[in-house]
């Protein structure tokens, strides 16, 4: 049996993993994972019990109970090089000893729900809608660097959308993964299923132009009108590729949801897109109580 040096599992002198500073016993099953930091407070607000809250760096805990269900709430910061970590740290709370430094031998199943703020990519996607990622396109590259990739991603898709972009190969390959069914099933009621971009940055990577000029100033259009079996692409955000696809090399259940507050196309933005968030907070807290 391995034993996980030191260097490739990093331990607290308080035992605890190292960039969330957490404990195995302080997680639940169900985690939200929200970007902003102080978005944990809005989530742990609809808490009827905290049960305690760790900070470090922009990485802020908390585990509490709703409805009688015990639930965590991650923030993750912005970016997949974020979720790389947080991803890796919760199934290592879950799934290694973290005293011997081995790998348990029952697999613990976590829940994933990402909850975050996005930019539709087609018109008829209306500001403060709720999109539901299926599948997620990783413009990042991070999972590739990730043994068995090929199983967890629809390859037929990822090449139709390399062939219609003309995939600059300069670039990072795109990865396509998709949410868990049982997830998208439990919120589908109140959201618009969709395909999403995660990109490697806000600026450049999502076709913003302030001063430097893009490599691809037509990427945009191409990724907007791509169809793949009736599947369009519906939003950008940046984070949803590496948890779908980690989730699934470690078989954990993950779905992202995203307030749409600004629309690409039709060049519009919420003025104040906190009420919505707060409405996708409490829906999806009741959703995961049952």
């Known amino acids: ?17 190292f960039h969330l500073h957490l404990h195995a016993e302080q997680i639940a099953d169900n985690i939200l994972l929200v970007g902003d930091p102080g978005r944990v407070e809005t989530v742990s607000s609809f808490f009827s019990k905290k049960e305690f809250t760790v900070s470090n760096r922009e990485f802020v805990s908390t585990t509490g109970i709703f409805n009688g269900k015990r639930i965590t709430v991650v923030s993750t ?3 997949t090089d974020n979720i790389d ?11 290694i000893d973290l ?25 008829d996607i209306p500001l403060a809608s709720y999109v539901l990622t299926e599948i997620s396109i990783g413009f990042d590259g991070l999972l590739n660097f990730y043994a068995n990739r090929d199983k967890v991603c629809e390859l037929e898709m990822e090449q139709a959308f390399l062939k219609h972009t003309n995939w600059n190969d300069q670039c990072a390959k795109p990865y396509f993964t998709y949410s868990a069914d049982r997830l998208v099933k439990l919120f589908e009621d109140f959201t618009i299923k969709g395909v999403t971009i995660s ?6 990577p999502q076709g913003r132009v302030l001063r430097l000029p893009l490599a691809d100033p037509k990427l945009n259009e191409k990724i907007e009108s791509f169809n793949y079996n009736g599947r369009r692409i519906t939003n950008f955000e940046m984070e949803s590729s590496a948890i779908n696809g980690l989730s699934k090399l470690m078989g954990h259940d993950s779905v992202t949801i995203c307030a749409i507050i600004a629309n690409r196309v039709v060049k519009d933005a919420t003025k104040d897109y906190r009420p919505a968030i707060k409405n996708l907070i409490e829906q999806s807290l009741i959703k995961l109580s049952q």
Do not use: C
């Open 1 to 17: 049996m391995r034993i996980i040096e030191p260097s490739e599992l990093i331990i607290n002198p308080d035992g605890s993993i």
């Open 77 to 79: 910061g912005i970016g």
């Open 85 to 95: 970590i947080v991803v890796n740290e919760l199934d290592a709370l879950a799934n």
């Open 99 to 123: 005293k011997t430094r081995t790998v348990k031998d029952s697999h613990r199943k976590l829940t994933l729900v990402r909850l975050g703020t996005s930019g539709a990519l087609q018109p």
């Open 199 to 204: 990109a490697p940055g806000f600026y450049g």
